[in-house]
């Protein structure tokens, strides 16, 4: 999926924190529903942890799309709805692991970037009782082609 970002100077960022609710309702449904695991990924335009942001603590960064404090606490409630970041929780000390680069100040080769891109999921699938289990995530950072990188779960289905 592709997440609306907040916009320049964060004139759309009351409707990405609706967006942000409105998708959990539905991931939640869709949970119940067929009882079994959700999985969504994509660009979802939030840089959530420090770890997660090249100079995180830079002033700018709260007034930018993707870093403020709002889209982060909105990610972290999506979280704590019984969801998981995939990539942190397999690596929770990962660093330089960024899936997004600016073109503009040519981020990329100097690893300059945000982590914008994730698989979020139902916890079970780091463990829990189901016939699906989270192995590994990770960027290829290497792949040119878009100011972002493919990023890659491996699953183990039993």
């Not at 942001?53 to 982060?72: D, I, M, P, S, W």
């Not at 079970?124 to 082609?145: E, I, R, T, W």
Request: charged share 25%; hydrophobic share 35%; aromatic share 10%.
């Amino acid at each position: 999926m592709y997440c609306p970002n907040a916009g320049k100077n964060l004139k759309r960022l009351q409707y990405r924190m609706q967006w942000d609710l409105d998708l959990l309702k539905f991931i939640k449904k869709i949970e119940m529903r067929r009882g079994l695991p959700v999985l969504w990924l994509g660009d979802l335009n939030v840089a959530h942890k420090r770890l997660d942001v090249y100079n995180y603590g830079a002033k700018h960064l709260l007034k930018q799309a993707g870093c403020t404090f709002e889209e982060r606490e909105s990610f972290s409630k999506q979280l704590e709805a019984g969801f998981v970041d995939i990539f942190r929780c397999l690596h929770p000390d990962a660093k330089g692991h960024y899936t997004y680069w600016s073109t503009r100040t040519r981020a990329r080769e100097p690893n300059r970037g945000l982590r914008l891109d994730y698989f979020v999921g139902s916890s079970n699938l780091l463990g829990g009782h189901c016939n699906v289990l989270a192995k590994d995530s990770y960027m290829l950072p290497d792949q040119d082609g878009s100011d972002h990188c493919p990023i890659v779960l491996e699953l183990e289905v039993s």
